[in-house]
């Protein structure tokens, strides 16, 4: 046995057979179930000569073929790409191209895409269509790429466990968001990924596990009903989901974020554990269910007991409401990338919720980096500001991009460090306070402004939905921090406005000099920031005077 995803996965397969796994709608696949699927699909794509080390790109939204996929791909040993659905043709093509994709695991609806981008890309020799989650009834023309539909590349496939021995060493690829440029391929050893983003190791307390252990867990009653937000596309709510296969638990999904149906599904099946993406899932989940309370008829959720944020703000206007609407449960602001997985977690309460950014206990093998990349001591340098950066189970590097490999992943003092460019604040207890993404700090004037910590304040204003900051260049200061806004329904604001509101909460030279509002923040589907973009709607309201 290994370290791998395929055995962990079969591990608790052979612990809780029984027990219901995954749930999309009102479908619902046991271990068993989920086993024997991701066998047959192993097999085909096996039969079609897929094997250890291919490329194999899932790309639909969030059902149970996509859980299948993820783990038939696994169990051959071939190498998992995550698609963004969203991506239009450009975009497809540097994916396909840049991860040497050779079969393809794709929803029917997007057909027509695939149709245009096949021709030219010799190495993707084999489609599986399954079935769109959200139009069942699709029939979108596959021939154009010789699509075999879902159900017939399984018919005839053994449902048997007859795979070979795998390993440690097996790579699974996550391509980032490409949030500040072209997404990159992050090549993770099994063992790794599972060590820091798996449950590998206990998150809290630091303590690896053994191999067993998460499938001892799920041998046991009253596993957790778990529901994480994000689309499996993205790197967290894939690991997350593979996170609680491991030991037993119950994962529901939804093909699509709906602030209402989300609550529904909630309080219908008895959710515990909720996974969201900062504020662009919390305001809208917030507001409907203060909107549900004030009808007089509110969602009943008595088992929600934990509430998880990561990969964006979760700011705190709106974390004081859901910390009023639910008073006994946990709160965790987690921190990591796809090149780190998980760095640290906080446990938060009303009482102390920083105005600066998300406080969390670093975990095992962080440390914060000085401007020469020499490792601060936590203790007797609070209050400096570092690059963070995780030793031990890091990634082998991006995938065919040796130069960024080398920027991104350093040796220091003989150990191995993904530093991704995450800043953050040193406090005390082994504590920090997250700034933001270097890549998007805006100089202005000799100062340095992290726009994770401007958006925080911002958006305790009124009139304020949602915020991205940026740099835009200036004649005078370099750069000049700009506001790109979204508005609430029918609220009006002027830059003047909202610099006398932030004085209370920033430095002079941190408040916005510009202000461009816009109908809707550019996000990706996971909800993070996209910052290039933003710039250039900040850009273009500057040259037209919009």
């Given at each position: 046995?290994?370290?791998?995803?395929?055995?962990?996965?079969?591990?608790?397969?052979?612990?809780?057979?029984?027990?219901?796994?995954?749930?999309?709608?009102?479908?619902?696949?046991?271990?068993?179930?989920?086993?024997?699927?991701?066998?047959?699909?192993?097999?085909?794509?096996?039969?079609?000569?897929?094997?250890?080390?291919?490329?194999?790109?899932?790309?639909?939204?969030?059902?149970?073929?996509?859980?299948?996929?993820?783990?038939?791909?696994?169990?051959?040993?071939?190498?998992?790409?995550?698609?963004?659905?969203?991506?239009?043709?450009?975009?497809?093509?540097?994916?396909?191209?840049?991860?040497?994709?050779?079969?393809?695991?794709?929803?029917?609806?997007?057909?027509?895409?695939?149709?245009?981008?096949?021709?030219?890309?010799?190495?993707?020799?084999?489609?599986?269509?399954?079935?769109?989650?959200?139009?069942?009834?699709?029939?979108?023309?596959?021939?154009?790429?010789?699509?075999?539909?879902?159900?017939?590349?399984?018919?005839?496939?053994?449902?048997?466990?007859?795979?070979?021995?795998?390993?440690?060493?097996?790579?699974?690829?996550?391509?980032?968001?490409?949030?500040?440029?072209?997404?990159?391929?992050?090549?993770?050893?099994?063992?790794?990924?599972?060590?820091?983003?798996?449950?590998?190791?206990?998150?809290?307390?630091?303590?690896?596990?053994?191999?067993?252990?998460?499938?001892?867990?799920?041998?046991?009653?009253?596993?957790?009903?778990?529901?994480?937000?994000?689309?499996?596309?993205?790197?967290?709510?894939?690991?997350?989901?593979?996170?609680?296969?491991?030991?037993?638990?119950?994962?529901?999904?939804?093909?699509?974020?709906?602030?209402?149906?989300?609550?529904?599904?909630?309080?219908?099946?008895?959710?515990?554990?909720?996974?969201?993406?900062?504020?662009?899932?919390?305001?809208?989940?917030?507001?409907?269910?203060?909107?549900?309370?004030?009808?007089?008829?509110?969602?009943?959720?008595?088992?929600?007991?934990?509430?998880?944020?990561?990969?964006?703000?979760?700011?705190?206007?709106?974390?004081?409401?859901?910390?009023?609407?639910?008073?006994?449960?946990?709160?965790?602001?987690?921190?990591?990338?796809?090149?780190?997985?998980?760095?640290?977690?906080?446990?938060?309460?009303?009482?102390?919720?920083?105005?600066?950014?998300?406080?969390?206990?670093?975990?095992?093998?962080?440390?914060?980096?000085?401007?020469?990349?020499?490792?601060?001591d936590i203790a007797t340098n609070v209050g400096k500001v570092g690059r963070l950066a995780r030793g031990g189970h890091v990634p082998v590097g991006y995938?065919?991009d040796e130069r960024k490999s080398a920027e991104t992943f350093l040796v220091i003092d003989g150990e191995r460090y993904s530093v991704p460019g995450d800043?953050?604040?040193?406090?005390?207890?082994?504590?920090?306070?997250?700034?933001?993404?270097?890549?998007?700090?805006?100089?202005?004037?000799?100062?340095?402004?992290?726009?994770?910590?401007?958006?925080?304040?911002?958006?305790?204003?009124?009139?304020?939905?949602?915020?991205?900051?940026?740099?835009?260049?200036?004649?005078?200061?370099?750069?000049?921090?700009?506001?790109?806004?979204?508005?609430?329904?029918?609220?009006?604001?002027?830059?003047?406005?909202?610099?006398?509101?932030?004085?209370?909460?920033?430095?002079?030279?941190?408040?916005?000099?510009?202000?461009?509002?816009?109908?809707?923040?550019?996000?990706?589907?996971?909800?993070?920031?996209?910052?290039?973009?933003?710039?250039?709607?900040?850009?273009?309201?500057?040259?037209?005077?919009?």
């Amino acid at each position: 046995m290994a370290l791998n995803i395929a055995d962990l996965f079969e591990h608790a397969v052979d612990a809780a057979p029984d027990k219901p796994a995954v749930k999309v709608g009102e479908r619902t696949m046991t271990y068993a179930e989920l086993e024997a699927e991701s066998n047959r699909l192993a097999h085909y794509l096996a039969s079609r000569g897929v094997g250890a080390g291919d490329h194999v790109a899932v790309y639909a939204k969030n059902s149970l073929e996509h859980v299948v996929s993820v783990l038939a791909v696994c169990k051959i040993r071939a190498v998992n790409i995550n698609v963004n659905y969203r991506y239009v043709e450009g975009e497809l093509d540097y994916l396909f191209d840049n991860a040497d994709v050779v079969a393809l695991l794709v929803e029917r609806t997007y057909a027509p895409l695939v149709a245009s981008c096949y021709p030219k890309h010799e190495k993707l020799q084999t489609v599986v269509v399954m079935p769109d989650v959200l139009e069942p009834d699709d029939t979108s023309d596959i021939s154009a790429f010789d699509g075999v539909l879902w159900d017939d590349a399984l018919a005839d496939q053994s449902a048997e466990r007859d795979f070979g021995p795998r390993s440690n060493d097996d790579l699974h690829i996550i391509y980032t968001g490409g949030t500040t440029g072209f997404p990159k391929g992050v090549m993770w050893r099994h063992e790794d990924f599972w060590r820091v983003l798996g449950g590998g190791i206990d998150f809290m307390t630091g303590q690896p596990l053994e191999e067993y252990d998460q499938s001892a867990q799920a041998a046991q009653d009253g596993r957790m009903v778990t529901f994480p937000l994000s689309p499996l596309m993205h790197g967290g709510a894939q690991a997350g989901l593979l996170m609680h296969l491991f030991a037993g638990h119950l994962t529901i999904l939804e093909p699509k974020f709906d602030a209402v149906r989300t609550w529904e599904i909630i309080e219908r099946d008895g959710v515990q554990l909720i996974f969201m993406t900062g504020d662009a899932m919390a305001r809208p989940l917030i507001e409907a269910y203060e909107a549900k309370a004030a009808s007089g008829t509110p969602y009943d959720c008595p088992n929600l007991l934990a509430i998880s944020s990561s990969a964006a703000i979760f700011s705190p206007p709106v974390k004081e409401r859901w910390m009023k609407a639910f008073p006994n449960s946990f709160f965790t602001d987690s921190i990591g990338a796809s090149e780190t997985g998980f760095q640290g977690t906080g446990l938060q309460d009303a009482a102390n919720i920083s105005p600066d950014g998300p406080i969390v206990a670093l975990g095992p093998h962080v440390v914060v980096l000085d401007e020469d990349n020499r490792p601060l001591d936590i203790a007797t340098n609070v209050g400096k500001v570092g690059r963070l950066a995780r030793g031990g189970h890091v990634p082998v590097g991006y995938y065919k991009d040796e130069r960024k490999s080398a920027e991104t992943f350093l040796v220091i003092d003989g150990e191995r460090y993904s530093v991704p460019g995450d800043f953050a604040r040193i406090e005390t207890d082994n504590r920090v306070t997250m700034l933001g993404r270097g890549s998007n700090c805006v100089n202005t004037g000799g100062e340095k402004v992290f726009p994770e910590e401007v958006e925080m304040a911002i958006k305790r204003h009124p009139s304020v939905y949602d915020v991205l900051v940026v740099g835009v260049p200036d004649e005078r200061y370099g750069q000049a921090v700009t506001a790109v806004v979204e508005l609430r329904e029918g609220a009006t604001l002027e830059l003047e406005e909202l610099r006398e509101f932030l004085r209370e909460y920033l430095s002079g030279y941190k408040l916005p000099r510009q202000m461009t509002v816009v109908d809707q923040i550019p996000r990706n589907a996971t909800g993070k920031a996209q910052y290039p973009r933003a710039k250039e709607l900040a850009l273009e309201s500057l040259a037209t005077g919009v």
